[in-house]
């Protein structure tokens, strides 16, 4: 959803959001997503590609599962760029066809943390907010207690949830 954000605030025209959660969809297209796919379907690649004349021109992964990075792939466009925001497990490994990047003229990067600089974004990320251009709080799921944190954790695994704030004395 940072990354659907963060195309609406830099002017994109079509923003696809894929995912398992139907949900989620929902709350993409009320944050601007134009397409939304559901990526538990089987024939999830052909339809986006189909819809977009061929795939996008940057697909940003933000799941950090290696079949969300396989999807972002075969879903990138011919010259298109795929950004892995996602962090996955350190062992980890995606793997694609070298001489189909370079005939396919695809390019692979990564970008932790939004590849952001704190000094610079952190104000722009506030003002942004603070005139309704960044509305973070509709990505707020709730709030846990301390004592809930392993169910919190067991929330954002399987994916029902988007930001659960820690209430430890709550």
Request: net charge neutral; charged share 20%.
């Amino acid at each position: 959803m940072n990354a659907l954000m963060g195309g609406v605030i830099a002017g994109a025209e079509r923003i696809v959001a894929v995912d398992l959660n139907p949900d989620k969809l929902r709350l993409a297209r009320e944050l601007g997503a134009t397409d939304t796919f559901l990526a538990g379907n089987a024939d999830v690649i052909e339809e986006i590609r189909q819809a977009t004349n061929g795939g996008l021109d940057y697909v940003i992964e933000t799941a950090g599962a290696i079949p969300a990075m396989n999807l972002a792939y075969a879903i990138a466009a011919r010259g298109g760029k795929v950004v892995s925001a996602g962090l996955p497990a350190s062992t980890a490994s995606f793997s694609f066809l070298h001489s189909a990047m370079v005939s396919d003229e695809k390019s692979i990067m990564g970008s932790y943390m939004g590849s952001c600089v704190p000094r610079r974004d952190i104000p722009r990320f506030i003002a942004l907010y603070q005139r309704g251009k960044l509305p973070v709080q509709k990505l707020r799921s709730g709030f846990i207690a301390l004592e809930d944190i392993n169910e919190g954790f067991d929330r954002l695994s399987d994916g029902s949830v988007l930001r659960q704030i820690l209430r430890p004395h709550g």
